[in-house]
């Protein structure tokens, strides 16, 4: 099953080349962002662009936030794009939980739509 709605938990270069992706397939595209990343070029290349809370990278890795953001935004898919959440396969047990199945890089992981 193809995603309607994905959260693209990353940013820069990676992030634009998802939502390019994504809108090719008519797929709508969720940013998030960290405070310091507010102004950063795949906030407006995707639909919907969403805070994170927190400065740096530390708020791309915190799981509950970005759920969070998915939940409220309809998301049924996320893509962690490179580094970030997408080597941790840590990352793939609590998206199960909650109804996700993912893709990634890590050896534990499988497709990431629900």
Known sequence: ??????LVANR???AIRVMRAAAEMSIRTVAVFSEDDAQSLHTRKSDEARPLR???IAP???LEQI??????TGCDAIHPGYGFLSENAGFCAPLRRVGFD???TARDARPFWR
């Open 12 to 14: 820069g270069e990676i």
């Open 102 to 104: 993912l893709r990634s």
């Open 67 to 72: 759920l969070g953001i998915a939940k409220d």
């Open 1 to 6: 099953m193809i995603p309607k709605v994905v």
């Open 54 to 56: 927190g400065r740096g």
């Open 60 to 62: 791309y890795l915190e």
